[in-house]
């Protein structure tokens, strides 16, 4: 068999015809030699040669490749079926076109996010490490304390290395009149880039010689700020830079797929160059750093883990009391950085693997209509010797065509979808690496094919033999024949419905539960606050007065700023996450036991703040102006934090003692504030509040609350602070509703996909009930118009055609239900106060079904009870 | 005439591209003098199917065992000519032993002298 034969079939016909001629003519011409007619010879001659015809025919087998052959002979088939039918193909294309785009689209996500190894060398022997405390006083994943990690990296053998970072915030100084920056970045130990296996792009990355208190200041500079502050200039490399008003040579550049730990991070210091005091080498109670370890090879997770447990269960021995933790967990490192998503993009993933079904099913049912309403040529077909084999093909074949076309359709879909999400979800882990790559092409055209084959097989399948010759008995009035048909179209209907149900309820669940968490009371001020983080540099502001100075002078020239009503600071926003946590003792209450400790979340604030953000005071009072530097040993409380620590007594007048703090460090309870909330979804964690006066702290969020549109205050407030200090960079402008926003983007996002998706099951679902009862009818003109000519009423054939099409919905909406409930369970995770059961969603979803569906059967039911009898017999 | 001839041409189809090459040698020939000289040359007992006679000339030109251009016949009609290529001559080497051991292992088990 060979390509050039195949191709070149008609001349090489054309030649055997010539060569068979010049036989004849041979033949005939030794024939007339040995003495015949001229005309009997040439009859002879033909004689001998046979059937010409045969001789062509066998060349012609020969010379092609059977099964291709015929595929195009279906293809061309199917191609000229479809074009008779424009609406369908159009139809069938763009819903085949919605299934696999956004299936392609989730899967390219889950694929890239979930899937794909990280970027790093030998990859799965790195592990994320964190602290936990076999007694749960800790959560279970706890940031590492510096020293334990320096006790880890001396003792531990199972490790080939370890590196510890952590996050932090410099404001990069502008040169050359560009503005300053706040830029997010990461203090790391020296041996983070070799441990993950990583180089630089230009310049180096940082030695152990970087990594002192001593050494100058180094910076590692990320691909995205070389090429947006720098404009990608190689020649920055060895430049120098201020950070928080102190110089620091660039000394290298992070490839461009770099984005570990995350995005937001701009650029990386060394940590021991950063971190002087002695705290960062002694303590074993300040959690602030992540650690990353690559295992030795031969060594297994679990061993890694119980010889780090058992270091740390010796550090808790020397040092009992405290937030000091006794084990350690280790946690593949891709799975700590996606584990938290997952759950959704699975869910989302299947969401769409639904959407395709149903697509898929739709489709299979207007190809089963079509397929019955050319029963009587595939019966003819059939009879005449045409084998069923064949008809099957015919009927993939057209399927496969259009699960290719509006696959490929599906494909750019699913490029602009991905496209689109990466521009949105910026917050999604590892959003950088996702792209429609071969993967997802490949999984794309499985998908494709697959949903031809099933498209096309069960209508195809259905094509029976013995039927065959029972249709052409038929009658041409015959009504009854295709019942198979009908039942075959009702359990696929049966089956989209119940798919599309599961999808609405999961769909109302994870928006109900999206609603409530937009609805959850912040305790605070949420509308008309707009807020913007900064940071006072230590070279500049070293000392506690300086900062006091600054913050009240910011704070006395905001709040004389038209339109502002209140200004405040606060270390940490309310709704943006915990920040700080500090142990404490009580000087009215007995030690804790040992090996537990006191704990809550710290927030430093100024009078004003609480009255800006409009939390109120409970019992006691607010901070006071003169509560400042050395006499600020105050502090307020919550609700929380008081049920928590003085359950039965009053917490005003006892009195905290906070060692994290320098200086005198016992603090009076003054008052108590209402409970504001860190995350949406959290709990009141209990919360003290240390003056901010006191002047301990130079980082802050400024809140200024006020008439009309608060974000013409932004520019303002900047212009004052950059008359104060023109090195002093803004970040995050933000408003509170913003922040929201973004706290709840997971669940808008989440939600409102699912929705999308419920909705385009619900259009499908619809579409395939209008369809196959409107061909019900189609079929049964003259049956219903027989019924009414001996008197049925136009109600019971309305009420009787309704019922018809509602039962496949019915019945799919009660496996739908069954399905919901399994779904539910299965999403509980992403559901925020909203229990998997909630009646309110299942009967709203319930009853939208019905109303499409019902909606669907009114039209053909309509038709059928409107019928003229006397037209309805006559109509063939 | 050739109704029973199906099962035994598609037997004879490997025999019937050997005898062609082998017709070859003997220099160039069209369709009709190769089916003649096997035909006489087998003193008559094989008769040539022209339904397997071209299209088993265009599979053997396939494979590139012989080539082909249109001349004159020795009447001066034109004619298709097949000649033997080199790829070809070798071909017929390897099924000439290959027959030869086949009828020698045939004779042997149908008990037949062979002869010298």
Redo the contacts between chains.
Sequence with gaps: M?WR?FFRRGQ?DA??Q???E??V???T?ENVARGMEPDEARRRARV?????Q??RE??WR??SMGILESAWGDLRYATRLLRRTPGFTVTAVLVMALGIGATVALFTVVHSVVMKPLPFRNSGRLMDIAETDTHSAMPEHNFVASADFFDWQKQARGFEQMALYGETIYSLSGSAGQLPEQVDAQETSWNLFPTLGVEAVFGRLFTASDDNAEANGTVVITWGLWKRRYSGDPSVVGRTILLNSKPYTVIGVLPAWFAYPNAKAQLWTAVRHEETKTWFTRSHGAHNFQVVGRIAPGVSPAQSQAELSAIQARIRQQFPVGPISDAAVLTPLLESEVGKIKPALYVLFAATGCLLLIACLNIANLLVARAASRRKESAIRTALGGNRWRLIREQVMESLLLSLAGGGLGLVLAWGVVEWLVKVRTDLPRVSSIQLDGAAILFGLGAMTLCGLIAGLVPALSLDDRQMLNTLQDASRSHAGSRDKVRLRRALLTAEVALTMILLTSAGLLLKSYQRLRAVNLGCATHNVLTMKLGLSEARYGTPTERLAFFEQLLDRVRAMPGVEAAGLDTTLPGTGHQRDDAFTLKEAPPPATGTYLGATVRIVDPGFFQTMQIPLIRGRFFQNKERLNNANVAIVTPAFAHKFFPNSDPIGKHVDDGNFDGPHVFEIVGVVGDTRETLAGQMQPTIYYPLYRGSNGFAYLVIRGRGDVEDFALPAQKIIASMDPDLAVGDILTMEQILGKASLDANFNATLLVFFALLSLVLAGVGIFGVLSYLVAQRTQEIGIRMALGAQRDRVLGHVLLDGLKPALIGLMLGLVGSVVAGRLIRSMLYATRPLDPIVFVLVSVVLLTVAGAACMAPAWRASRLDPMQALRTE | MRKSSEPQNEMLKGTLDMMILRTLVGGDAHGHTIAKIIERTSEDLLEVEQGSLYPGLHRLEDRGWVSSYWGASENNRKAKFYRLTAEGRKQLVRETSRWRQMTRAIGLVMGEETQG
């Design positions: 060979s034969r090489a030649d055997i010539r060569e068979m010049s036989y003519e041979e033949e011409a001998k040669l046979g059937n010409a045969r001789v066998t060349a020969q010379n």
